[in-house]
């Protein structure tokens, strides 16, 4: 099975992942990988950092040739912003005559983190419970992707709402994205979806979501929204319905709920239906004689934590981030004073990098459950089986 740990700090020397159970065969590049960590970092409304950052993954491991070993595969992300801080976050040394940080921010890992851990200096927390973390996940869930896209499956993502502007027009939403999945393919929706800077399919929305985050970045404030990620091409029968922990569903939810700022996930329509009436929720089954289908997908390609053959819906709501320009009230953990928060270098509105996050995340879950099913130790075996 497939699973991968990442380890570094946000102002450390780099980023490093290793990814174990990928199968032998699979081809992967450090280009592939560099546009999807290049995905990651647009959007309107992210802050300083990612004009210094250009991310780009170095291989160290379990690739030769451009093909996959079956060994585990180390990648490495280095952090430009290192020369500006290989004082403050030196490895070896003291820490002395280092400026403490003592003011948490409300709504971060700050204060908990240093409870946790028993840190003086929140430097430690904010280092490592940044986002910055994300880019060594999407460079690692980035090898498990082509994986799924070399056994017929395509993640694809665009964002529903930022702040107040949503899309609200659902049926000529629905209407684009079945255009766009014409040949089944997902990623049509992500590639899309890149053209916007907030990654909202409609035009009117993403000229009012770029204008909330305008007149936000004016207040010092932040904006949150939510955002959708479809996968294409997924079997039926992955997953589970017989334990509460090999549900399907379950396992996306987590995966989802992992990324940082989100508070909410939803599989298909999950919060509307629970609004409606069940005639009104569940997709009938019909048949032409030679295939079971439905005429609607409200269940986002999910039933009792299995997925019945139809496209995988998954929502992640997102809250505005903690880091705000015009900080709030918090308590200094040295002097035990309530005090004005610190400002901590950072985005305004990050919504349409999440998005990018979230097809990541979801990657090696689907590639667990599909592997899970029908096994393999090369490409070539696997797609056989699935055949």
Not at 63 to 84: E, H, Y
Not at 195 to 207: A, F, H, M
Not at 222 to 228: K, Y
Not at 336 to 345: G, M
């Amino acid at each position: 099975m497939i699973r991968y740990f990442t380890a570094g700090e946000s102002h450390g020397q780099a980023l490093v992942g290793i990814i174990e159970g990928i199968p032998a065969g699979l081809s992967i590049s450090s280009e592939y990988i560099n546009h999807h960590l290049w995905r990651r970092q647009q959007g309107y409304g992210r802050g300083g950092r990612m004009r210094i950052e250009t991310d780009t993954v170095e291989i160290l491991s379990g690739v030769r040739f451009g093909k996959t070993l079956g060994s585990p595969i180390a990648l490495m992300v280095r952090n430009k912003d290192w020369q500006n801080w290989t004082e403050k976050m030196s490895v070896e040394g003291s820490g002395t005559g280092i400026e403490k940080i003592t003011l948490p921010r409300p709504g971060h890992a700050d204060y908990v983190g240093a409870l946790k851990y028993g840190f003086d200096d929140i430097r430690n927390v904010i280092d490592r419970a940044s986002a910055r973390e994300t880019a060594m996940r999407v460079a690692c869930c980035s090898v498990v992707r082509k994986l799924l896209e070399e056994l017929g499956l395509y993640i694809g993502s665009h964002v529903l709402s930022i702040g107040s502007a949503e899309i609200k027009n659902v049926s000529a939403l629905n209407k684009q994205l079945h255009r766009l999945m014409a040949k089944g393919n997902a990623w049509n929706v992500a590639a899309e979806a890149d053209q916007s800077e907030v990654r909202i399919l409609d035009k009117g929305v993403e000229t009012k979501a770029i204008a909330a985050i305008k007149a936000c970045k004016k207040k010092g404030d932040t904006l949150g929204g939510i955002f959708e990620v479809i996968v294409s091409g997924v079997p039926a029968g992955l997953g589970s319905y017989v334990h509460y922990d090999r549900k399907l569903d379950g396992q996306i939810a987590q995966a989802v709920m992992s990324i940082h700022a989100i508070k909410g996930v939803e599989i298909g329509d999950g919060f509307e239906n629970a609004r409606r009436f069940g005639s009104e929720v569940h997709d009938e089954m019909l048949s032409d004689k030679k295939n079971t289908y439905r005429p609607t997908n409200r269940a986002g390609g999910l039933e009792g934590g299995v997925t019945n053959g139809e496209n995988l819906i998954i929502r992640g709501a997102m809250k505005p981030i903690s880091t705000l320009a015009k900080p709030l009230r918090t308590v200094d953990i040295g002097t035990n004073k309530t005090v004005k928060s610190r400002y901590e270098r950072s985005d305004v509105c990050a919504v349409p990098a999440c998005a990018v996050i979230g097809e990541a995340v979801v990657a090696p879950v689907v590639a667990n459950a599909l592997l899970e099913k029908f096994g393999g130790d090369s490409v070539r075996e696997i797609r056989k089986r699935i055949k």
